[in-house]
């Protein structure tokens, strides 16, 4: 176990736990286990969640699926604060090596959820980028070993196709019109636009410094207010103004321009 992984001792000592647990569940099958994500790439704050992979040398067994369910469901009803920040999936290590294993269903435990589900959440090119390029080794060989290089235009190609869309997906699980959803809304556009450009992911802190400095100026107060509010986090009270929400879409038609543009 990779000494104090994050700045969280509470962090450190649940994700301890977690790679002890999940390696005896696992047995021989376990090859690892590492942090992806926003603890990955720096900047991470109390608002990130904790993004982690076990991998998996073979298929999960019924009686290694059960029990991981037990101890996903159980951790998010104790005391603390980061017990309820876990998100990760244990992909198969042949699927997680290369691009064609896109598409697989992986077990997966959403932020703040206590029910596992089989989802393509985290097989993705950019978490591939993330754990191959800058991935924290829990446990395990070095993440460069179990990952192929993700190429720049197969980053690229994800933005292209996942921007003009970003709106619509999101509107399946939070609205912009809640000033959560209306930031989170922005930022990933900027994480989008930096990495169409520059073929890298970076943190959300990173995206937006780089978008104040990079994007055309008429942007700069969203970007600058959507990094103001991250310290405010999720309040299902708290609606964004309309002027925000009118912003955020012509943001969004924006980047759909760029991504276009680039093709």
């Known amino acids: 176990m990779a000494q104090n992984p994050t700045p969280y001792a509470e ?3 649940l994700l301890q736990e977690l790679t002890s647990k999940a390696g005896a569940i696992l047995g021989d099958a376990f090859v690892g286990a590492y942090l992806q994500g926003s603890f990955a790439l720096g900047d ?3 608002q990130s969640d904790c993004d982690f992979l076990i991998p998996v040398s073979r298929p999960i067994t019924a009686d290694q699926e059960r029990a991981l369910r037990e101890l996903h469901d159980e951790i998010p009803t104790r005391p ?3 017990t309820q920040h876990l998100e990760g999936s244990y992909p198969q290590a042949h699927q997680l090596r290369a691009l064609d294993g896109l598409g697989h269903n992986w077990l997966y435990i959403d932020h703040g959820w206590r029910q596992m589900q089989w989802s393509t959440h985290c097989n993705s090119e950019v978490v591939r980028w993330t754990l191959r390029e800058y991935g ?3 446990a395990g060989p070095d993440p460069k070993s179990l990952v192929e290089v993700v190429p720049a235009a197969a980053l690229r190609a994800r933005m292209r196709r996942d921007v003009p869309t970003l709106l619509d ?3 399946t699980w939070v609205s912009i019109e809640l000033a959560w959803g209306q930031r989170y809304a922005v930022t ?7 990495t169409l ?3 890298r992911v970076c943190s959300k802190k990173a995206a937006l410094l780089w978008a104040m400095d990079a994007l055309d100026p008429r942007w700069f107060e969203l970007c600058h207010q959507a990094m103001d509010g991250r310290a405010l986090g999720f309040d299902p009270e708290d609606a964004a103004t309309p002027d925000a929400v009118a912003a955020t879409i ?5 980047a759909t321009d760029i991504s276009i543009k680039l093709e």
Do not use: H, K
């Open 11 to 13: 962090l450190n000592e």
């Open 44 to 46: 991470a704050d109390l």
């Open 80 to 82: 603390g604060f980061w």
């Open 136 to 138: 924290v080794t829990l």
């Open 169 to 171: 997906d999101l509107a």
């Open 188 to 194: 990933t556009l900027c994480r989008m636009l930096y």
């Open 197 to 199: 450009d520059s073929a």
């Open 250 to 254: 012509a943001f969004a038609d924006y």
